[in-house]
């Protein structure tokens, strides 16, 4: 049935820190209901508003840098493509940044 996809260590951690995220936040909100703020974000939101739009900013990040690694390679004079960790450590700072201050 998942043959078809390609889960590699950084995939399947990408997406256990996914689930651990949205199991988090449910517990979270249970606990504590949210409230708006207004951040740097351009709109008031919630903890939930501010976790899709980092995990949005995430997989952005994360379709960039595979699509781009080849380039970086050539650019930058590398034997290989930088490592997807890379990304993944990128853009869950972007998360962390988007859910702290947004």
């Known amino acids: 049935m998942f043959d078809w996809m390609v889960w590699t260590t950084p995939v399947a951690v990408f997406f256990s820190c996914i689930v651990l995220m949205l199991v988090g ?7 504590s209901p949210t409230v708006l703020r207004k ?3 351009p709109i008031a939101t919630t903890r939930g508003d501010r976790l ?9 990040i994360n379709l ?6 080849g380039q970086l390679a050539e650019w930058l004079s590398l034997e290989s493509e930088p490592s997807v960790w890379i990304s993944f450590v990128l853009s869950m700072g972007v998360l962390a940044l988007v859910m702290r201050k947004g």
């Open 25 to 31: 936040m449910t517990v979270w909100e249970i606990k």
């Open 64 to 69: 960039a840098f595979v699509g781009l690694a």
């Open 39 to 41: 951040g740097f974000l």
């Open 52 to 60: 899709f739009i980092g995990l949005l900013s995430a997989a952005y």
